[in-house]
C-alpha cells in the first residue's frame, strides 16, 4: 500500500530564544504547554475555569494551530472562515471549516511550507495591539517543536507519565502538519470514510469537503465520517470555538446512543435553532437542554440564536 506523499520541507530551525525543554526540571507539571485560559463573557464575567490540558495535549495543540490558522484565512488569504476545527482519529489528522472554499485555502496553506511557518509563527494584532491569545499560541507551539523527550522519567507518577505519552501525541500532530500533504475527503462519501479510517491508512492528512457551500458545521463532517466507518478508536476533536448548542447535541448523541468514542469541548456554545431540522434535534429537545442547565456554560446567555462564540477573536482579525 503506497504511503501518502511527504512535502519537501527546509531543515527547521529551533525558533529564537527557545531552548529544548525538559517537563522534569524546566516546569511545574501542569505541562510544558500550559492551561487553558478562564472562560469569560462579554461583560468580564467568568463563566468556567482555567482548564488544564493535562494528558490531553492532543486537544490542546488542535486548538493552537486551529487558532493561528484562523486570522491567516482571513487577512492572507483572504477566505471567509466561520470556525477551523480539527479531529485526530486513527492516528490520522482531519481538518477544516464549515464552507469549502475555505477549507481548500486552509489546504493551501498547510501543503505550502513557508506559507504554514508563516501562519503558525505569526502574532497578529490591530492597530499596533498585540492580540494576546496568538501570542500564547505562537510561543507554546514553538515550546512543543523543541520539546526535549530525553528527559528523565525517574521519579515521575503514573499522572505525569501519561502526560508525557500525550506530548508525544501532540508533536505527531504537529510533526504531521509540517511535513505531510493534505488531501481532499469527501464527508459524504462512506466508502472513503471506511479507507481513510482503516489499519492500512493510518498517519495521514486529509482536509474534509462536502461538494458545496452550504456551510454545515465542520463537527457535523467529523461525525458523518465517523459514523459511516463505524470507527470505534479514540477520536479527539477540537479547534478555534466551541462547537454550537446543536453540534455538541449531535456529538453527545454520537457517544451516548452511536457507541462513537469521541472527545470534545465539555462547554457546549451558542444554540442555532434552524439548525435543529438538519439535526433531527426538535425545539423541545432543545428547551430541555436550556432548562436542564446544559448551557449555564454560555458566555451570553441561553437564548436562541445568540451570537458568535468568539466575538473578541471576530473584531479582532
Known sequence: ???QQTRDKKKK?????????NPGKDVKWHGMMGRAQ???????IKKRPRRSFMG??????LRHVSRQFFPYLKKVKKAKPIEIQMMWANDSL??????????????????????????????????????ERTKRSVAKLERLANFDFSVDVDGFDVDQLADLASYDEAYQIYTMLMTKVAEALDCKNKNAAIKALSPTHAGRLYYVLEGNN???????????????????????????????GTCWIRLNNAVKKSGINVEFSPYPGQIWKGQAESLKVSKSDLDKYVETGTYQSFPGGTDYDSGSDSEDDEEMF
Not at 478562564?38 to 468580564?44: F, I, K
Open 94 to 131: 482531519f481538518v477544516g471549516t464549515n464552507k469549502d472554499t475555505p477549507t481548500r485555502a486552509l489546504a493551501e496553506v498547510i501543503n505550502d511550507p513557508d506559507e504554514i511557518a508563516n501562519a503558525l509563527g505569526r502574532v497578529w494584532g490591530k492597530s499596533g495591539e498585540t492580540h
Open 13 to 21: 530551525k529551533s525558533p529564537a530564544g527557545i531552548a529544548k525543554y
Open 1 to 3: 500500500m503506497p504511503k
Open 214 to 244: 452550504r456551510g454545515r458545521h465542520i463537527e457535523e463532517k467529523f461525525i458523518d465520517i465517523l459514523e459511516a466507518a463505524n470507527f470505534r478508536g479514540p477520536a479527539i476533536i477540537a479547534g478555534v470555538k466551541r462547537p454550537c
Open 56 to 61: 490531553n495535549r492532543e486537544s490542546q495543540v
Open 38 to 44: 478562564p472562560g469569560w463573557n462579554t461583560d468580564g
